[in-house]
Structures are given as structure tokens and as C-alpha cells.
């Protein structure tokens, strides 16, 4: 029997390679769990009661878009945090999770040639990897450009020749970055959407750890792209209740851009997609509602990101997140660093080249681990501090 060839070259998940590094391997001590992104702040206790008292949806299939209430509390939260006003019926649509959307945006939106030639999908290095596997899937070419400290840690797709930029369909970028908790500017966002202007190219803008920052919100690309008067199909926007309101079982995301952006990402998903249960729809929309439990949830990362910052005070290379909830620590090199920690300490982190793309000595997350500052706070300083002194003493 014969299998497709499109993702056979696809490189071990990273999770699953991170067992396979170090699950035959004894900890060094109490676990502590610092590799994955799932927030282990609580969510806000009435959501369960939302879910309760609309239970008897589960009776029935759920609207593909998602309900208006949750459409309208979508569109109402992107009115306060970015000012962009959109319309719930054209301009946004519910998600079971951003990754659904990020790949399917790419297979509804990316044309089959550019320019005449194969088209281009740009992607931070490191990044999250289902920018490379929407890319494959659609039979474009994944350009992998460094998101590195020369960089600002954001990839500088200014800089790529012309060549690529004129075959380029789609860029995607995350800000606030996973794993470097780097944030796109004003004028970083005023760049690169004058870049897809010029060569006509769309912009995915991840923006799932937007409400997790030290001081100052960051910068929206929906609001910069306003400001410019970009064609409003140009800039295509992604959020969760994930990481903004801890609610990762939830599965409640949006996608949001020019309506025919969302036509044709709706038309999609009517054959090919998973919309969220109806109970769970009428929870998401009371939690995209509130803002209280997200200021709180925020003043407790501010609290890690002081904790974070005393630890690394006196380690060469630190680099204090600007948000997010991710340290991306530089060592010599990440696999050797992972299996150290595990044996010695029960620390687990995540290598940073699997986060990334490049050869042996190319790979910009090669000499960095990626810790997830999620597990409560005495455990978290625990594990910082056994870290520290493991690598770095």
C-alpha cells in the first residue's frame, strides 16, 4: 500500500522527542514539569456553572461560526483591546483552538502560485510548528527566517531578498513571541504590514500571549494595520481564552480579519471542521466578557517574571520576557542541558531546537531551553532555582 510522501520528511513532534530523550533516564529528584505551555492558574470558578446551566446543548451540533453571543463577545473584546470595531456576522469566526484556525487559514487563504511561481510562507525560526505543517500542506515553501538576539528575537522579513518576497503569500508571526517573549513594536507592525503591502502578501498574527505582559499591553496588529489603512483583508488575526484566561481545555479561539478573508475560512470549515459544543460556546463567551480574572491572572505572571528576574540576575545572556509566560535560557547546548537538569535535579525543560529548524551549528534554538513559567508559584521558584545552580553554578 502506498502512503503520500507530503509529510513523511516532517521532523519527530516535540514532545514525543522529548520522551524519547529522557524517559529512560531516572530524575534526579521531584519532578517539576517546565516543557509545555498549559497554565495551571485557575480559571474563573462560574464557568463551570455557565457550562451547567447550558448542558442540554450538548444535545445538539453546535453553530459552525460559533453562536452570535459569542461571536458578539468576541467582536466587543477586540472594540477594548485593540479599538478595531468588526462585524460578528463578517469579520470574526470561533475556533477550536487557534492551531485549527492557523492551519486552516493557510488552506483556505494561500493561492496555489505566486507570481506565476511556487508560493512563499514565511515563518519565525524558532516558531510554533504548525506554521511548517500549514505551509507543506498547501504546497508552498516554508522559509525559515532567524528570530534571534541580532533581531530583536522577532525574524526580520525585511531583510529577505526580493526574490522571495516577491513569490510570498503568507507570513505568520507571533507577538508576544513563543518561546523569546519578544514583542512586536508600533513600528515593527507598521513595517511589516507596508512589507505585505508592497508585495502583496497576507499576515497571520498570533497573538495568543497578548494578555500576559509586564507593563504595557502590546501593540496590535488589527490596530496598526487601522491606522495605516491597510487593505483590510491584509492583516489576520488569532487569540484564545488559553493563555489569557487559563482555560486551555476550553478549546475557545477566534479568528478575526476582512470578510472575505472569513468567508472563505467558514466555507472551509462547514466541510472540515470541529466547532466548540454549545454549552462551551456560551462559557467562552462570558469569559471573553470579563476582564477581571485576566488583570489577576496577569499580576501573577508579574510576580514570576520578579522571581525570574532575581534568579537570572547574575547569568551572562539572561533576557527578562517582556511578556508571555516562557524564559528561553541560553547554555551551550539544549539536548545535552535537558538531560542534565532531568538526571540531576527531575527539572524537566524542553531543548529549544526542537522548537526550530536549521542544521547542526545553524539551528538558532540549539544553544537554548525553553521553560514554561506556569506551575504555581513556591514550585516554579523551586524548579528556577535548582535550574540555575544545575547549569549555571
Known amino acids: 500500500m502506498n502512503f503520500p ?12 522527542r522529548l520522551r524519547t530523550l529522557l524517559d529512560h533516564h531516572q530524575p534526579g529528584g521531584d519532578v517539576i514539569h517546565m516543557t509545555i505551555g498549559a497554565p495551571m492558574h485557575d480559571f474563573p470558578a462560574w464557568v463551570t ?23 458578539g463577545a468576541i467582536t466587543d473584546w477586540i472594540k477594548r483591546r485593540y479599538g478595531v470595531a468588526m462585524d460578528p456576522e463578517t469579520n470574526v469566526m470561533a475556533l477550536n483552538g487557534t492551531r485549527e484556525g492557523l492551519y486552516n487559514a493557510a ?4 493561492p496555489e502560485q505566486k507570481n506565476g511561481q511556487r508560493p512563499v510562507v514565511l515563518c519565525p525560526n524558532p516558531f510554533y510548528q504548525v506554521y511548517m505543517v500549514a505551509s ?4 508552498a515553501e516554508p522559509v525559515f527566517v532567524p528570530a534571534t538576539a541580532a533581531t530583536g528575537h522577532l525574524p526580520d522579513y525585511a531583510g529577505l531578498p526580493e526574490d522571495v518576497l516577491n513569490r510570498t503569500a503568507v507570513a505568520y508571526i507571533c507577538s508576544p513571541a513563543n518561546p523569546q517573549g519578544a514583542v512586536a513594536s508600533r513600528d515593527y507592525w507598521a513595517e511589516l504590514i507596508q512589507l505585505a503591502e508592497k508585495y502583496d502578501f497576507r499576515i497571520f498574527a498570533d497573538e495568543c500571549y497578548s494578555e500576559i505582559y509586564r507593563n504595557d499591553a502590546p501593540a496590535g496588529a488589527l490596530t496598526v494595520a487601522q491606522e495605516l489603512g491597510a ?19 476550553l478549546r475557545s479561539g477566534l479568528i478575526a480579519g476582512g470578510p472575505e478573508t472569513i468567508k472563505r475560512v467558514k466555507q472551509l470549515r462547514s466541510y472540515a471542521g470541529a466547532p466548540l459544543p454549545a454549552p462551551l460556546q456560551a462559557a467562552a463567551a462570558r469569559v471573553w466578557a470579563d476582564e477581571a480574572h485576566v488583570a489577576e491572572n496577569r ?59 536549521g542544521d547542526p551549528g545553524q539551528n538558532p534554538g540549539e544553544q537554548f531551553i525553553r521553560v514554561a513559567m506556569v506551575a504555581p508559584k513556591t514550585e516554579m521558584k523551586r524548579g528556577l532555582i535548582m535550574l540555575r545552580d544545575c547549569i549555571y553554578s
Open 49 to 71: 456553572d455557565v457550562i451547567l446551566e447550558n448542558a442540554a446543548g450538548f444535545q445538539g451540533y453546535p453553530p459552525n461560526e460559533g453562536s452570535p453571543e459569542l461571536r
Open 136 to 139: 507543506i500542506s498547501v504546497a
Open 5 to 16: 510522501e507530503r509529510f513523511s520528511n516532517l521532523p519527530e513532534y516535540a514532545f514525543p
Open 299 to 357: 499580576a501573577l505572571y508579574q510576580e514570576k517574571y520578579a522571581i525570574a528576574d532575581e534568579v537570572f540576575a547574575n547569568v551572562q545572556g539572561y533576557m527578562p520576557p517582556e511578556a508571555g509566560f516562557f524564559l528561553w535560557l541560553p547554555v551551550e547546548n539544549g539536548e545535552e542541558t535537558a538531560l542534565k537538569l532531568w538526571q540531576q535535579t527531575g527539572v524537566r525543560v524542553l531543548p529549544g531546537a526542537y522548537l526550530s529548524q
Open 107 to 110: 488552506m483556505a487563504l494561500c
Open 231 to 249: 487593505d483590510p483583508e491584509r492583516v489576520t488575526l488569532f487569540n484564545s481564552l488559553s493563555k489569557r484566561s487559563n482555560l486551555a481545555g
